[in-house]
């Protein structure tokens, strides 16, 4: 069974880089019926798509944060990664990694999400 | 690109059925079979509940149902339990590789 787990600092400063691994376990990033997604969640607030990725390297992005946003992946290492630049408080939120599913594109499982507040 | 619009709270006492509305445009919910629903208790991972408009993934209640209806999806839990009080997200497939959530809504257990 596919386990999802986001790692990263807690805290990064306003105008600084917020970056993030997802470890996948139990199963390989690699695949051609699946992506990786990165969604977010203010608190007490809802879900935002941030973006996706495909083993291959295609990326697709929400074009509210695409400016800001990099997502990548690491084969050898079963992982994916989320870079978002010039942070501001408004991208305080928990992180979460899901895996996205090609066609029918529903997300799941996802990762239990991880906190990063941006705070001077 | 704009959330998909659900009523911020619902509510049902126990053994009654209640429905989630999402509604979107012609550009998301209404262009694409491609509408998901899930669950979020507080401080956890949403969970899938329903993909592709209705369909339901092996280990889910039925008590969970999904249909859709023009520019507007909707969620329907039959049989109310007290584990059903969470959050409820609907998600679309928004066309040009992007993808939009619903405002979501807060489900109460009388």
């Known amino acids: 069974q596919v386990q999802l787990q986001e790692s990263g600092p807690g805290l990064v400063k306003p105008s600084q880089t917020l970056s993030l691994t997802c470890t996948v376990s139990g199963g390989s990033v690699r695949g051609d019926t699946y992506y990786w997604s990165w969604i977010r969640q203010p608190a007490g607030k809802g879900l935002e798509w941030i973006g996706r990725?495909?083993?291959?390297?295609?990326?697709d992005y929400n074009p509210s944060l695409k400016s800001r946003v990099t997502i990548s992946v690491d084969t050898s290492k079963n992982q994916v990664s989320l870079r978002l630049g010039s942070v501001t408080a408004a991208d305080t939120a928990v992180y979460f990694c899901?895996?996205?599913?090609?066609?029918?594109?529903?997300?799941?499982?996802w990762g239990q999400g991880t906190l990063v507040t941006v705070s001077s | 690109q704009s959330a998909l619009t659900q009523p911020a709270s619902e509510s049902g006492s126990p053994g009654q059925a209640i429905t989630i509305s999402c509604t979107g445009t012609s550009s998301d919910v209404g262009s694409y079979e491609l509408v998901s629903w899930y669950q979020q208790h507080p401080g956890k991972a949403p969970k899938l509940l329903i993909y592709?408009?209705?369909k339901r993934p092996s280990g889910v209640s039925n008590r969970f149902s999904g249909s859709k209806s023009g520019n507007t999806a909707s969620l329907t839990i039959s049989g109310l339990q007290a584990e059903d009080e969470a959050d409820y997200y609907c998600c679309s497939y928004a066309g040009r590789n992007t993808f939009l959530f619903g405002t979501g809504t807060k489900v109460t257990v009388l």
């Open positions: 990725i495909h083993a291959g390297g295609s990326t």
């Open positions: 592709e408009d209705n």
């Open positions: 899901a895996k996205l599913w090609f066609g029918g594109n529903w997300f799941d499982p």
